[in-house]
């Protein structure tokens, strides 16, 4: 027992740190990249003129009935909208809205809305190139904001050509962006920076990609060895037996998977299928992370992070016995170490010891 304990702990040590900290990437934050607040702005000059020209197409029409297949359009959202509900109801759940910019304080054109979980990835290229990956942000996000009317860039992340990573969107964790209609609510997007139709991306590109899907995986409790259910609106022959096609997919996929598009094409298809696949192991027995309980601050609730529950899986192994052991010399660890890092992995272990314990 007294050889076994310590090397259990070594091991454990070994993996729990390098999981958490070896693999992160630098995400640059949206205020270093100095999006345009007028763009998201009830009050900006933007938004007046989009809601007074609104109002006057809506005045123009309004006294006439409705045509065939206004009504028709009306129905088959009534229809879409029920069978939604009734079936799956757990992926539209807005946790909260939030009406003022946390970042300028500001009455935005749309509510941020907040989801309960995460449960999938969806990557998507930019299509459009730029001179630079700057201009490039800045042009989309006056494209989406305004042209599209979405108020604001409809991905949380966007990636450079030189493998930076920006965050992307206003709110932050666990924000609704708009991208895919039904699959919204619980998906997280990621930009690449470029048109990949016929080539693929660079090395930094695929590097900061795959750093960013354990990131994200591990933030949000992601498995991806697990299918998810998707949603898109019909095409072609299924229109004549539903409006609404549902699938099951992987938990990480592509633009093309959630919507009736080319995007991207096969060339980053295949070289991003590959990401998934490295990284199953790596993410099973993560379950989702709930947004109020990945911002609790009280330390008597015992929750389990992804990486928690992977260490209780791995001591699940283990002797009641030999777990106590282990706590005992992370405890003596813990009067010592002064690395914060350190400090805190020896936490997560000595956590899902007293959970496992129980």
């Known amino acids: ?54 109002e006057a197409s809506y005045a123009k029409y309004e006294w006439k009935q409705p045509t065939a297949a206004q009504l028709a359009a009306r129905e088959k959202t009534k229809k879409v909208n029920a069978y939604l509900n009734e ?36 990557i998507h290229h930019t299509d459009t190139e730029y001179p630079n990956s700057l201009d490039g942000m800045k042009n989309i996000h006056k494209f989406h904001s305004l042209s599209r009317q979405w108020w604001d860039i409809g991905y949380n992340y966007i990636i450079w050509y030189d493998g930076q990573i920006y965050e992307w969107r206003e709110g932050g964790d666990y924000v609704v962006a708009a991208h895919s209609k039904y699959n919204n609510i619980w998906t997280v997007w990621i930009a690449i920076m470029g048109n990949y139709s016929h080539k693929w991306i660079d090395e930094k590109q695929y590097q900061a990609l795959d750093s960013l899907v354990k990131y994200l995986t591990k933030k949000y409790g992601i498995d991806l060895s697990k299918k998810r259910y998707y949603h898109s609106d019909c095409a072609y022959e299924a229109c004549k037996i539903f409006p609404i096609e549902t699938y099951l997919d992987e938990s990480l996929v592509w633009h093309r998977d959630t919507w009736h598009t080319s995007c991207p094409w096969d060339e980053l298809y295949e070289q991003i299928q590959k990401i998934r696949t490295d990284n199953i192991e790596f993410t099973k027995w993560f379950t989702p992370v709930i947004r109020w309980e990945s911002q609790s601050k009280n330390t008597d609730v015992e929750f389990q992070t992804p990486q928690i529950q992977k260490i209780i899986w791995i001591l699940k192994k283990y002797s009641d016995e030999q777990i106590i052991a282990i706590n005992t010399i992370i405890d003596q660890r813990l009067m010592t170490e002064q690395n914060e890092n350190m400090r805190k992995t020896l936490q997560m272990i000595k956590t899902a010891g007293i959970i496992r314990l129980k």
């Open 1 to 54: 027992m007294k050889i076994i304990a310590p090397i259990i702990f070594i091991w454990l040590f070994i993996w729990t740190y390098s999981s958490l900290y070896a693999q992160d990437p630098v995400i640059i934050p949206r205020a270093s990249w100095w999006a345009n607040s007028l763009y998201n702005s009830i009050n900006s000059e933007y938004w007046k003129n989009i809601l007074s020209e609104r």
């Open 87 to 122: 079936n799956f109801s757990d992926q539209f759940d807005i946790q909260e809205r939030v009406a003022m910019s946390p970042n300028t304080w500001t009455d935005l054109a749309w509510d941020l809305e907040y989801a309960d979980i995460i449960d999938g990835i969806v």
